[in-house]
């Protein structure tokens, strides 16, 4: 769920374009030509898979760029018209969270963060009655990043398009796993990165619907239809383009292994570890995506551990891991204090197998037994 390795194919497609396609796709000789020539064929690889538009896919340098051009583009374009309300959860990525957050509090909007069950999946009964006349966007995450939790984004576009709200999505999480059909999910933006789907990283898209208003946010050479100023990341975006076709081509194949893999995983963990309780949806979560939390631990000496067992898990984002702060996503499923330092997340990738399900298993029980004493010990003393 943190990042992927870039696949071989990706690699060897993007290669061309770091020494001899060296050209600036604005640029009118050869070699520019060469380089337009093929942001085109990963636009047009795009809009297949997600049966949009060419022209409704916008290059970006991650998904966090993504996703502030959707939010800050939507927001700033409908203040023209007075409306100055957003919509989001309290489970979304930092990336959405932190967006809405700086527009309520330097630039006059109100925020309204719709809450979440014990899974992390929304309240829709509660996102219907807090939309209104001055709403301009609904942003909610297709999958979390955190938990696993598939949102019911078809539910939320019914009920926000109902009162002519547009809706983005974060699809960050998903877009290796998970359909991206834009028509069959009604969004009207969303934004993907190509580094959780082995591509490369600094690159993402964006979509954006048709007749959608948005403002830029950043100016300067006009590319990307002037909605992304920038000279445009040409190997990046050709490897992504690749990465994605693959990643959805092998979707049917490759989703019901990770499945059988992550499903192990949460239902042995519980079983053979006292304290242990799973996170997410039950059953509506992503394939491969398996996240817990331990009762009475701080999980970094678990990690540590797992880290010289060459396992690599994370306590939640591993964007902001790094941070003492307790999971918000954690904290907004009414989870304790107890129990929120203890979070681990694990997700499966393509090369993973059920003998990798046992290293794990056998690792980390340990680590988990030596935790709980250190944990103790730690809060008497202090």
């Known amino acids: 769920a943190a990042t992927t390795p870039v696949r071989p194919e990706v ?3 993007m290669l061309p374009y770091f020494a001899d396609e060296w050209g600036n796709p604005s640029s009118v000789y050869g070699p520019g030509r060469r380089a337009a020539q093929a942001i085109t064929r990963a636009r047009d690889t795009l809009a297949d898979i997600l049966d949009c538009a060419r022209e409704e896919i916008v290059f970006t340098g991650s998904g966090s760029e993504g996703a502030n051009l959707a939010i800050k583009g939507v927001a700033q374009a ?8 957003l919509i989001t959860s309290g489970v979304e990525h930092h990336a959405v969270l932190d967006t809405c957050r700086w527009l309520a509090k330097f630039a006059g909007f109100d925020l309204t963060e719709i809450e979440v069950d014990e899974h992390g999946t929304l309240d829709l009964d509660q996102l219907e009655r807090e939309i209104t006349s001055q709403t301009a966007l609904v942003s909610v995450m297709y999958a979390n990043n955190e938990v696993g939790t598939i949102q019911p ?3 939320v576009v019914r009920i926000a398009h109902e009162r002519g709200v547009p809706v983005h999505t974060d699809a960050v999480q998903a877009a290796g796993h998970l359909s991206l059909d834009v028509e069959a999910l009604g969004v009207d933006l969303m934004s993907i990165a190509a580094h ?3 591509g490369p990283k600094a690159v993402g898209a964006l979509y954006i619907r048709r007749g959608t208003r948005l403002l830029p946010q950043t100016q300067g050479g006009g ?8 000279t445009e990341n040409v190997a990046g975006v050709v490897g992504m383009a690749v990465a994605l076709a693959r990643a959805q081509d092998e979707r049917a194949s490759t989703s019901p292994r990770l499945r059988e893999l992550s499903s192990r995983m949460l239902r042995e963990l519980p079983r053979r570890v006292g304290g242990c309780r799973v996170t997410g949806h039950p059953t509506r979560r992503l394939p491969g995506h398996a996240s817990f939390v331990f009762d009475g631990i701080e999980i970094a000496p678990v990690l540590l551990g797992l880290d010289r067992h060459d396992i690599w898990a994370s306590s939640g984002s591993a964007c902001t891991s790094a941070s003492s702060e307790p999971s918000h996503v954690l904290v907004a499923m009414g989870l304790s204090r107890e129990w929120v330092f203890g979070a681990l997340r694990l997700t499966f990738g393509i090369e993973n197998t059920a003998a990798d399900v046992d290293a794990l298993l056998e690792a980390i029980l340990p680590l988990v037994a030596s935790a709980r004493p250190a944990m103790a010990a730690a809060s008497a003393v202090s």
């Open 78 to 85: 409908a203040a023209l018209d007075g409306k100055r309300h």
């Open 223 to 230: 590319q990307e239809r002037g909605r992304r100023s920038g």
């Open 11 to 13: 690699l060897a497609a």
């Open 153 to 155: 984004i078809q539910d």
């Open 196 to 198: 959780k789907f082995y």
